[in-house]
């Protein structure tokens, strides 16, 4: 099958930056969309932001301007940079993607097993 593993996180102070990466590997035909969820204690988890194939893009309200989601498809990784952070971005941060395993299959929704971001001082 497919897994998606993140890598970045970590524990930054107010105003620092930060870059995710989530890389997916196994057997993988395309990967159409991707993206970035978060989910902080007791809270639901919220979508962060997406990226199309094609690089369309979709930010949350909250993280305009100061994140950026990219992906780099010959390796099928997405990243998301994240500047200007805040402490209500503490969370765990999830990847996500759409995956075709073969020209004829539909995609499978897959999530990573997250990475904690903790922005405190």
């Known amino acids: 099958q497919v897994q998606l593993v993140e890598s970045g996180g970590g524990l930054v102070q107010p105003g620092g930056s930060l870059r995710l990466s989530c890389a997916a590997s196994g057997i993988i035909f395309s990967i159409n969309d991707m993206g970035w969820y978060r989910q902080a204690p007791g809270k639901q988890r919220e979508l962060v932001a997406t990226?199309?194939?094609?690089?369309?893009?979709n930010y949350a309200d909250s993280v305009k301007g100061r994140f950026t989601i990219s992906r780099d498809n010959a390796k099928n990784t997405v990243y998301l940079q994240m500047n200007s952070l805040k402490p209500e971005d503490t969370a765990v941060y999830y990847c996500?993607?759409?995956?075709?395993?073969?020209?004829?299959?539909?995609?499978?929704?897959?999530w990573g097993q997250g990475t904690q971001v903790t922005v405190s001082s």
């Open positions: 990226i199309t194939n094609s690089g369309s893009t």
């Open positions: 996500n993607a759409d995956v075709k395993r073969s020209v004829w299959r539909t995609p499978i929704n897959y």
